[in-house]
């Protein structure tokens, strides 16, 4: 996180050096799947529980500001978002007869992304690495004072993606983000043993924007 920041304290520094600034405001939608292969398993004295992902692409948003500094066709584009996001677990009590409970739980962040890229007239190609912190805490996946979920408050990923600007005032990007922290949550019991969920949330991220 120190060299994120670093980062874009040189990017300000140096900003009398770029030929062109341009500031601007984005929002925008994400569909968000997650990498959990496996069943897990928590027990806990006489307790034990099930956690499975729920299949499918929850929606979430994301806005907030971002600056982008152009030298000819070469760009950096450090941003600053707010997003929400969900993910969905099935939650099985097993041993109870009940079926399982669906968990949704919503993360909200703070995500800064910093983007490299290259301008084809109107079309760009970017990527970079992006951070995101946790605001707050989601609810608890295991509903029982045995059990208490751990979360990540700070994690690192990348984002690659297309863009393209319209009238050198709206700009759009499709762009993939992935996850470099395989195990972001765990779930750990009343004798302090932690189970990693081996979740790794990936997302696809849809953005209008405009520049001034």
Do not use: C, W
């Not at 925008?28 to 398993?41: N, P, R």
């Not at 692409?57 to 600053?80: C, D, M, T, W």
Request: charged residues 20%; glycine residues 8%; aromatic residues 10%.
């Amino acid at each position: 996180m120190k060299k994120l920041f670093v980062l874009l304290l040189v990017v300000v520094v140096a900003l009398p050096s770029f030929s062109q600034l341009k500031k601007g405001i984005k929002a925008g939608l994400s569909t968000t799947t997650l990498t959990m292969e496996d069943v897990k398993t928590i027990t806990s004295g006489t307790y034990m529980y099930s956690v499975e992902k729920l299949k499918g692409a929850n929606y979430g948003f994301h806005g907030g500001l971002f600056l982008r500094l152009n030298v000819s066709k070469l760009f950096i584009q450090p941003e600053l978002l707010f997003s929400s996001t969900s993910n969905e677990y099935t939650v099985k009590d097993l041993a109870s007869a009940t079926p399982g409970t669906v968990v949704k739980q919503t993360f909200n962040k703070l995500n800064i992304p910093v983007m490299l890229g290259l301008k084809f007239g109107p079309l760009r190609l970017d990527a970079g690495p992006a951070a995101s912190v946790l605001i707050g805490s989601p609810k608890e996946l295991i509903s029982n004072s045995e059990f208490k979920t751990l979360y990540s408050k700070t994690s690192f990923g990348y984002q690659a993606g297309l863009g393209l600007d319209v009238l050198k005032l709206l700009t759009i990007d499709v762009r993939y983000e992935g996850s470099l922290k395989k195990y972001q949550n765990q779930i750990e019991n009343a004798l302090g043993t932690a189970v990693n969920l081996d979740d790794r949330p990936n997302a696809f991220l849809f953005s209008l924007g405009l520049m001034f």
